[in-house]
């Protein structure tokens, strides 16, 4: 039985369900945290200052010194820094949707898992004790009573980060925006152009096949990640811009949420030609969700099943991020069958 998973971590209204301990929450074996041995000179950082906003308040905050002990609470956030070779600059880290990418597994694995209660939340004690300067993850991973509140945080010289990314309009284009100002947060602009530079060029060769496509011949697409009694599916928001680009339109793409919850009626409806279920650790089994589809006796008729064209994305691949290029084009050859 597939229980609704609500995606909070991805969605700006909706709030997470289910995190387990096993997942994401036990402390493992890593290191200690180590002082950071690379260390950008003060004297040559511009400050920098952005707005933080945890959806009631604006915050202003000015970074006076190049970062240097980065706890990350988000996997999207993890791999973002690690992308940037800031490994040895990362004090603690939680929350993997799914396996770190295998370019990144040895200095993920040199960084202090901080330990998950119920509830996305973290010990405040904990965190502290990381000496942390830099704190982002998901929109309730900074809270008075895991991290201290952002008006805390700030006094203290620890700066607060909520990828704009993250926000219901966001495209890769905004992944490119959160990319710069993390390089500028850390002293590592140059590093931040070249992943971009990477990003775009990777993209660049699917969209440059995808362009070639007439808008008809394009499939239609859902996006599913959970749920019974409805379907929860990507609406508006980057992972939508993220299957136009690969070439595919979105059933749900003029919703104005991330993810919706859809009724099977407006899924048959829509009656998408491909569908891409969402895998990650705490959710439901891939395939259970699989099979749940194929059996759901209101769906026999929707062309994605009936032609069995029902693929697999990890959630931290939708996520804002370095992986977004790489999913892109995974898409794409789902899309067009050049991936099976």
């Not at 915050?59 to 490994?87: C, H, I, W």
């Not at 004690?125 to 942390?132: N, Q």
């Not at 152009?193 to 496509?213: F, Q, S």
């Not at 299957?243 to 099977?264: C, D, H, Q, R, S």
Request: proline content about 5%; hydrophobic content about 40%.
């Amino acid at each position: 039985m597939i229980k609704s998973k609500s995606l909070k971590r991805f969605l700006v209204v909706l709030a997470i369900a289910g995190l387990t301990l096993s997942a994401v929450g036990c402390s493992s074996n890593k290191p200690e945290s180590k002082s950071p041995e690379t260390k950008v000179e003060s004297s040559n950082f511009k400050p920098v200052e952005f707005v933080y906003s945890d959806g009631a308040k604006d915050y202003n905050v000015k970074v006076n010194t190049p970062r240097q002990k980065a706890v990350t609470l988000s996997q999207f956030m993890t791999e973002m820094l690690l992308a940037l070779d800031l490994g040895d600059r990362m004090v603690g880290t939680a929350l993997l949707d799914n396996p770190i990418l295998p370019e990144f597994e040895e200095a993920y694995k040199k960084i202090p898992e901080l330990k998950i209660g119920e509830g996305h939340s973290i010990s405040k004690e904990a965190f502290m004790a990381t000496g942390a300067d830099f704190v982002s993850g998901w929109d309730m991973s900074i809270s008075e009573q895991t991290t201290g509140a952002p008006d805390e945080l700030i006094k203290n010289d620890i700066t607060p980060f909520l990828a704009k990314s993250y926000s219901p309009d966001a495209t890769v284009e905004t992944v490119y925006e959160d990319f710069d100002l993390l390089g500028k947060i850390f002293g590592v602009e140059d590093k931040a152009k070249e992943v971009v530079d990477k990003m775009k060029n990777d993209i660049k060769n699917v969209t440059d096949k995808a362009g070639k496509i007439k808008e008809e011949d394009r499939p239609k697409v859902m996006v599913y990640d959970s749920g019974e009694d409805k379907a929860m599916a990507v609406g508006g928001g980057l992972a939508n811009n993220l299957i136009e680009l690969a070439g595919g339109k979105n059933v749900f793409g003029k919703e104005n949420k991330p993810y919706i919850n859809a009724t099977w009626e407006s899924v048959v409806a829509e009656n998408p030609e491909v569908i891409v279920v969402t895998d990650y650790l705490a959710g439901s089994p891939v395939q259970e969700k699989i099979d749940f589809l194929k059996k759901h006796p209101a769906l026999k008729n929707v062309d994605a099943i009936k032609n069995n064209k029902i693929y697999v994305v990890g959630l931290a691949d939708l996520s804002p991020g370095v992986r977004n290029s790489k999913v892109i084009e995974k898409m794409h050859g789902y899309f067009y069958g050049e991936n099976k």
